[in-house]
């Protein structure tokens, strides 16, 4: 790569030059990106020209709900606030991407981060670089949106070689609230190698609700499956016993039957 | 003691620059990797260069409205990466150098009243014949360089876009954000940061646009946002990034991706 390709003389050359043809206000076709490096040149690769950086944001109130002390329960409530927030600053971003004609928005930074303002605002943040396909192509989805993805640009150069092509970001949110033990029950344990069969079903339940609901907008769309899928769990500021159970993943859609990737190179890089 | 101009370089940084030129050694902050991607793209490095300013934090008074404070603190920021960047390029011209890689910068408080922007490059001399009108500069490191060229793109220069804004927030607060309030977007603050980031997202890319490159890529990009009191909100963005160039010919980019599977453990 470094020295053999005659082409190599040639390089610094063409750069230089069209550095120092470089006029001030000419007309280009400007874009900006998120992207790293790599991923903007995979993403060119892939087929896709970078459109222009996308954002949504929203400060968001979340409300307070009280969980019983000894009962294990959704804290509803929570839950509809971190998909209204999140569904707000998607909706955002989706509308800038929109306005560009991007085909889909690859990318995407999904982060939460609380605000000096006050203990129960956090700022909702969607991040990511608006696309569009060189070829023409069906790529936004059912409901008529550019399509987004969470996946980096070395995933989604891999996935559109294997002839997949995103459909949206879903997600699944549950925040959970755990019971706390009784008195007679820890004065029972103590001392013991015991489970604890309230918590262990709490975590249960809560990923499972998440997870679920993951899926049912995976079904929404019509997707044949979703990749990256990421399930964290979010303490937040809500204390050791309320959690958020946040699944995130891309659901993906077949380009054609095959799905064959050429045999990558294995190579053993010298460093850690 | 003579007086010096500001502007002009040091005694102490042009005898530096001095020793370059004549046969010194090649200093460079490059890694071994960004060494590597430099010279695939056909840069060899010629020195370290630097450029850094000092400025006090103004103040615009203690009865003024929060607005006006902001936007001198913007202006400020804005004047520190630029002034710094032009001492850096000045540095880079004086080593016949044709551009600068990996550049760092680096904002310190000195006892609360003044900040000093400090940016650190390596300049790089291309193996032609052409040289551009003024060296590109850019944050990205070697690597990233050399596959940029390769894949027909070149570095211009540093974009920095920054946007100050303050605005009223008389009505909500803080009745709308009492615990018991509910769930609900927080109306303007929301409106605060979104304008001040398209503010600074439009900056950058009219630096861009007005250099004449091609596209940009963001390196970093916040937002850092505040009560004022509790009668209004301020917030200040700033997006960096690089200004890239296309010369490569034709629509399609040039495919040339080789598929590895690396045999580490990650």
Redesign the interface.
């Known amino acids: ?3 053999a390709d005659p082409a ?2 040639r ?10 043809e ?5 007309k ?11 991923e ?3 993403v ?2 892939a ?1 896709f020209r ?1 459109l222009g ?1 996308v ?1 949504g ?8 709900q009280m969980g019983r002390w000894s009962k294990n329960q959704e804290m509803d ?1 929570l839950s ?2 971190m998909y ?2 999140r569904e ?1 600053a998607m909706s ?1 971003m989706e509308a800038e991407a929109d306005v560009l004609g991007a085909d889909g928005i690859v990318a995407v930074r999904l982060e939460i981060e609380f ?4 203990n ?2 956090a ?1 909702f943040v969607a ?1 990511g670089t608006a696309v569009k396909a ?1 070829e023409p192509g069906e790529w936004r989805n059912n409901t008529g949106k550019p399509f987004t993805s969470d996946l980096s640009g070395q995933d989604f ?1 891999t996935l559109v070689q294997a002839g997949y092509a995103p459909l949206g970001m879903v997600m699944g949110t549950c925040v959970y609230h755990i019971a706390h033990q009784g008195f007679r029950q820890m004065m029972g344990n103590i001392g013991q190698n015991v489970e604890i069969p309230q918590y262990t079903e709490a975590l249960y339940d809560a990923r499972e609700l998440a997870m679920s609901r993951m899926q049912a907008e995976a079904e929404q769309l019509e997707a044949e499956g979703i990749v990256g899928v990421q399930l964290l769990s979010l303490p937040h500021r809500w204390g050791g016993h309320t959690t958020e159970f946040f699944a995130i993943g891309t659901a993906v859609k077949p380009l054609r039957a095959d799905h064959h ?9 010298l ?2 | 003691m003579p007086k010096r101009d500001v502007r002009s370089r040091s005694p102490i940084g042009q005898a530096r620059l001095d020793r370059f030129s004549v046969s010194g050694p090649k200093t460079s902050l490059l890694s071994v990797p960004g060494a ?1 991607g430099a ?5 060899t490095p010629v020195g370290d260069v630097m450029g850094s300013v000092v400025h006090q934090t103004g103040w615009a008074g203690p009865s003024t409205w929060a607005a006006d404070q902001i936007k001198l603190l913007a202006e400020l920021l804005y004047r520190g990466y630029a002034t710094a960047l032009d001492r850096l390029e000045e540095e880079a011209t004086a080593l016949g150098a ?1 551009g600068v890689l990996g550049i760092e910068f680096t904002i310190t408080s000195l006892d609360d009243v003044a900040q000093e922007f400090v940016a650190l490059g390596t300049a790089v001399r ?3 014949d ?4 003024r060296p ?1 500069t850019t944050f ?1 490191p070697g690597q ?1 360089v050399g ?6 793109w ?1 570095p ?1 220069r540093v974009a920095v876009g920054v946007a100050g804004q303050a605005m009223f927030d008389k009505y909500h607060r ?1 009745s ?2 009492r ?8 109306d303007m ?2 409106k605060l ?2 304008d001040v ?1 398209a503010a600074a ?1 439009a900056e ?2 009219r630096e ?11 390196s970093d ?1 916040n937002v850092q ?3 004022v009191h509790d009668y209004a ?1 301020a917030g200040i963005a700033t997006v960096i ?1 690089t200004a890239i ?4 010919e034709g ?3 040039p ?1 040339s ?8 453990r990650f």
């Not at chain 1, 390089?11 to 120092?20: G, H, K, N, Q, W």
């Not at chain 1, 470089?22 to 000419?26: L, Y």
């Not at chain 1, 605000?115 to 006050?118: C, I, R, V």
């Not at chain 2, 010279?39 to 840069?43: H, I, K, M, P, Q």
């Open positions: 790569m470094t020295t190599g003389q390089i610094p050359e063409d750069a230089m030059r069209r550095l120092a470089m006029k001030p206000g000419q280009t076709s400007l874009f900006t990106s998120d992207l790293s490096v790599n903007f040149l995979l060119r690769e087929g970078p950086l954002l944001s929203s400060i968001y109130h979340v409300g307070f409530r509809q606030a209204h927030a707000l955002r605000k000096e303002f006050g129960d605002l700022e991040v060189d150069w990737i050429a045999k990558p190179q294995l190579v053993l890089p460093t850690d | 590597v010279e695939a793209a056909g840069f044709d291309a193996a032609t052409r040289r551009p009108r590109f990205l990233d596959k940029l060229m390769q894949a027909g070149v211009v803080p709308q954000t615990v018991w309030a509910g769930n609900f977007e927080v603050p929301t940061v979104t980031r997202r950058f890319a861009i646009g007005d250099c004449g490159a091609d596209g940009g890529i963001v990009m946002a505040w009560p909100v990034g160039a296309r010369f490569h629509r399609t980019a495919t991706a080789l598929k590895i599977l690396p045999l580490n």
